[in-house]
């Protein structure tokens, strides 16, 4: 059971809680289309037990260990090619929560993670529904280790295996809402540019040099930024490469 988070004007005011389903983007996604939604409508469960992960992977969290939740919005100010400052908004409230909580490096990996000290401990899973030329809502979905201490992939992690600590669920949901507010805010005001360069400053390997890889092979280069259609721009020494979302990855030491 959650409480509304008390710090924000309208992120989670609307709270749906529900002990347990297969995906809060799901519910999310139907509760958007059958009802119609409030702004800052919230689907949030303790057990969730087929959670939707990018590209049709699976989300596993153990039960009432860490945050699953779908936030509902209704961007129509915003332009559909510019859809991806949905996804720097939502990745700079979850940096910026943990980095209240750890002094260890936080780092948000394009296109939807987020990692501390190399180590994956948020995933963001964004839906958009578009009619005509506006976006008329979007589901963002988060998943954010907290207190679990047992994960199948090598790369994860959670806020307990890093500090040790136990953190209560409330309290990170309830500052996780009001960073979001924040910087939605922001983009309501049409601050893209601060958006942006505050994206940049948390970047992962931004202005590095890197090794990736594509389909063809692995090859050396160094992040400029991402595009306006939020393709990440990469100068590999012979030119500058846009890549689209699972069309490169990092190679990890
Ligand atoms: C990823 O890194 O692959 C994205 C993971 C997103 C997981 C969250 S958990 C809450 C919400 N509901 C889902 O079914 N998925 C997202």
Known sequence: MYKIPAKTLFTGKNLVFVPECHSTNV?????SQKKGAAEGTMVITNNQ???KGQV???????????????LIIKPTFLAIPDQFYLNMAASLALHDLLKTVTAE??????????????????????????QGNSITYTIIGIGLNIN???FNEKRATSLKLITGLDYNLQAMLDELCAYFEQ?????????????????YGCLYKMEEQATFSDKVGSF?????????????????????????????Q???P
């Open 27 to 31: 519910l999310a996604l139907e509760l």
């Open 49 to 51: 037990t087929r959670g």
């Open 56 to 70: 049709g992977n699976v989300w596993s969290s153990e039960p009432g260990k860490n945050l699953t939740l779908s």
């Open 105 to 130: 490096t936080v780092r948000i990996k394009w296109p939807n993670d987020i990692l501390i000290n190399e180590k994956k401990t948020c995933g963001i899973l964004i839906e958009n529904q578009i």
């Open 148 to 150: 679990q201490v047992r």
């Open 183 to 199: 910087w939605y805010i922001k983009l309501r005001e049409g601050k893209s540019n601060e958006i942006r360069q505050a994206y």
């Open 220 to 248: 050396d280069g160094q992040i400029e930024g991402v595009d306006d259609v939020g393709r990440l721009i990469v100068n590999t020494g012979q030119g500058i490469r846009y890549f689209n979302t699972k069309e490169v």
């Open 250 to 252: 990092f190679n990890f």
